[in-house]
């Protein structure tokens, strides 16, 4: 499959393949989208947070924002690791612009086995491929797997909505800082504290501060979700990895 020529039907082959029925969905996404102050990262671990993720990205949510420098530019990298993933977002944004030949290789990390399982089955439709692995991102051998998948050439790391989700954030940096020259994405939440979240910044400022010290931040930029009705805005920046963490 090249392309996603009706996000309806796409969905619904999705919602069939994992057993899940539509009022179910529908009742899982008004909790997860509206309720988020009142729920931790257990949440997580339904497999419909992908499906939720997957249909707000293919309505074009506010929150593709954060995707911002990853469409700029990821056909400079030869290799793509994405950190917390939840969706394989890249693959079905080419698809939809008939432009899978342009998908470079891709290893996904995550420490929730549904997130590969979903990411397979959208993978298998569209007819790409990936790697995989399974770990928690604050563990040393979640990163030597992930050393064991790295690629030669120019590779990029990305994180998005996932540091903040963290709860021994400087584990993930040290770990980090052995691939110090390669090039990372992220995006951050800027907003009140969640408990989901343990790390809460509340400023553009302080989140430009933070990242600094893991990047050589190149460009970052904010999008401001109080037009979006939003108590969050969004700070995504691209840099490369420092060889120390100031943890």
């Not at 996404?29 to 309720?35: A, K, L, N, Q």
């Not at 996904?108 to 928690?136: D, H």
């Not at 709860?167 to 993930?172: D, L, Q």
């Not at 994405?185 to 400023?203: D, N, T």
Request: hydrophobic share 40%; aromatic share 14%.
């Amino acid at each position: 499959m090249a392309s996603i020529p009706k996000h309806d039907a796409f969905f619904k082959n999705l919602l069939d393949r994992f057993s899940v029925r539509e009022a179910d969905f529908e009742a899982f996404s008004s909790f997860y989208t509206g309720d988020y102050e009142n729920y931790d990262n257990k949440v997580y671990d339904d497999l419909k947070v992908c499906l939720v993720h997957l249909r707000e990205f293919l309505n074009d949510s506010w929150w593709n924002n954060r995707f911002h420098f990853l469409w700029k530019y990821f056909s400079r990298y030869e290799q793509i690791i994405d950190l917390g993933f939840s969706v394989p977002y890249l693959p079905v944004r080419l698809a939809l612009q008939n432009q899978l030949s342009e998908l470079p290789s891709l290893l996904y990390v995550e420490n929730n086995p549904y997130s590969e399982k979903f990411a397979r089955e959208i993978l298998e439709l569209l007819g790409a491929s990936a790697s995989f692995v399974t770990g928690n991102l604050e563990e040393k051998n979640t990163w030597e797997n992930i050393a064991k998948y790295t690629r030669e050439g120019k590779k990029l790391f990305s994180a998005f909505e996932v540091i903040e989700h963290l709860n021994n954030r400087e584990v993930f940096w040290v770990n980090l800082q052995s691939f110090s020259g390669s090039d990372m994405m992220l995006s951050l939440p800027i907003g009140p504290k969640i408990p989901s979240h343990h790390l809460a910044l509340s400023r553009a400022a302080e989140a430009e501060k933070y990242v600094s010290q893991y990047l050589e931040v190149a460009e970052k930029t904010i999008f401001d979700g109080s037009s979006q009705g939003s108590k969050f805005s969004i700070f995504t920046a691209v840099g490369a990895i420092k060889p120390t963490a100031a943890v």
